[in-house]
């Protein structure tokens, strides 16, 4: 870009048309960054919305047009914005792909917020946001309840009933979906909080790990394997009392005031411990935990805490690989995919280094066309948005039977449970597990055969 160009952006940039007319001033799509677009068009191929839909208001080009059209005042914000932007996955592939470094995953959140804030809703959509968000969701001991409700229709035979009969084919498809996602083996009691794990051998640590909303109930198991690698590693392990959900669900779906109440109280909680890192093993969590500093930044009382704290937020495999592993008694094999999850590679860029962990420890590492697009899940979206969900699912799935890996790895559990999910609706019995289960596999000193437990998660 020449410099009369730079300098008119930045005139442009102090000075939006019409004050940003259609949005309102409390946090709107940020003006200069809109207009870093150049149009060039180079993101709409690696947009899975546009490649389903194959329609320019649904790519990351479109979208962008809309919400300056919004800025400016030629759009007013209405439902047909709402739609473009909520059908969107939040996947940030765009910003992989725009030359012009465009943050769209930031855009497309605020203009989610604005949508929240000012366009009306049914009483019915307002009291689900409200269950969802404001109750499920922030209580732990509500989200440790309904936790407790699945583990017992599991336990006691009525889901293996219910799905043997069809009867659930009768239930409205979002509650399909969820059910559809449930782990095979739902934990009776979720991950205990408030406690520190001391390390194995010569000690190099201390490290503070998120519990999470699935992760810290459904899938507890792998919070309990992440803790056996970290401490065999030789970190000591605590588990803060006092966190929360971290709020990526929540800022998704434009419930940004809900989701700086619960940055504050995991910042509180976070910030007491004496640790080095503050790790995630969810990608979704991890990437919203690193833009806490953004999200309470106009908070003048938590802005500096809330940056301290996302400068120590690390994802498992991305701190596992910096400190490198030591020698691990076992060494595994087989071939298994990786599946990129959007929040660790966009989000995050961290491509490599699961990766090489998974090879680290014997495995071979096969990789998917398109391995980077996302697989359907981006939080709630496949409940949300269940065709274009199941269309981008279907394909993955096309692709991991073509290949016939022995295992799919990924590193969220969103990721886990709707590759899970697609895998044993086509028939495929192909196991579907977390990076760390396999640390924590090649970490027990016994024979190694990569005989994982059949559908697990
Ligand atoms: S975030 Fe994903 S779905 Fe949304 S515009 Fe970008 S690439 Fe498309
Ligand atoms: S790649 Fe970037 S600059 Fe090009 S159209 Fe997409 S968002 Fe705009």
New binding site residues.
């Given amino acids: 870009m020449n410099s009369t160009a730079s300098a008119m952006e930045r005139t442009l940039a102090r000075h939006p048309p019409a004050a940003l007319r259609g949005f309102t001033s409390d946090h709107p799509p940020d003006y200069a960054e809109i207009l ?9 191929n690696q947009c899975p919305t546009f490649r389903v839909l194959g329609w320019e208001p649904d ?3 479109g979208r ?1 047009y809309l919400m300056r059209a919004v800025a400016e005042g030629r759009l007013e914000l209405n439902p047909d914005f709402r739609e473009h932007m909520e059908v969107c996955l939040a996947c940030r592939a ?2 992989t ?6 943050q ?1 995953g930031r855009l497309v959140e605020a203009a989610r917020w604005q949508i929240q804030h000012t366009l009306p809703m049914t009483s019915g959509e307002r009291l689900l946001r409200a269950m969802v968000f404001g109750l499920i969701l922030a209580r732990p001991a509500f989200l440790s309840l309904l936790s407790r409700g699945l583990w017992l229709y599991q336990a006691t035979g009525i889901q293996r009933i219910l799905r043997k009969s069809g009867w659930l084919n009768r239930l409205p498809s979002a509650l399909q979906t969820m059910e559809g996602m449930l782990p095979d083996r739902i934990p009776a009691r979720g991950m205990a909080v408030g406690r520190a794990v001391p390390a194995m051998g010569e000690r190099r640590g201390r490290v503070a790990l998120l519990a999470g909303c699935v992760m810290g109930t459904l899938l507890a198991p792998i919070q309990e394997a992440t803790i056996r690698v970290l401490t065999r590693q030789g970190f000591e392990v605590v588990i803060p009392r006092g966190q929360v959900c971290c709020g990526a669900l929540h800022v998704h779906a434009g419930e940004r005031r809900r989701a700086q109440a619960l940055a504050r109280r995991n910042v509180t909680a976070f910030m007491r411990e004496d640790v080095e890192a503050i790790l995630v093993n969810a990608a979704g969590c991890s990437v919203a935990m690193k833009e806490y500093g953004e999200l309470l930044g106009d908070d003048r009382q938590s802005a500096e805490a809330a940056q301290a704290f996302s400068a120590k937020v690390r994802d498992v495999t991305e701190f596992l690989d910096a400190v490198g592993l030591r020698p691990l008694p076992r060494r595994l094999s087989g071939r298994v995919v990786y599946q990129d999850p959007c929040h660790l590679a966009h989000g995050q860029g961290v491509w490599a280094q699961p990766r090489r962990l998974l090879r680290a420890i014997g495995l071979t590492v096969i990789e998917l066309p398109d391995g980077d697009l996302c697989c359907g899940s981006a939080g709630i979206y496949n409940i949300t948005h269940a065709k274009i969900a199941n269309a981008l699912l279907e394909e993955k799935v096309n692709q991991i039977r073509r290949i016939a890996p022995d295992q799919v790895v990924t590193a969220n559990p969103g990721c886990m449970l709707q590759l899970a999910m697609g895998l044993r609706r086509a028939g495929i019995p192909t196991p579907v597990r977390h990076v760390v289960e396999l640390l924590d596999e090649a970490g027990i000193p016994q024979e190694a055969t990569l005989k994982p437990t059949p559908g697990r998660a």
């Fill in positions: 870093r677009c150049t149009h060039c068009g180079l993101c709409l790519s990351p080009r962008i765009c910003q792909a725009c030359p012009a470094t465009v769209f």
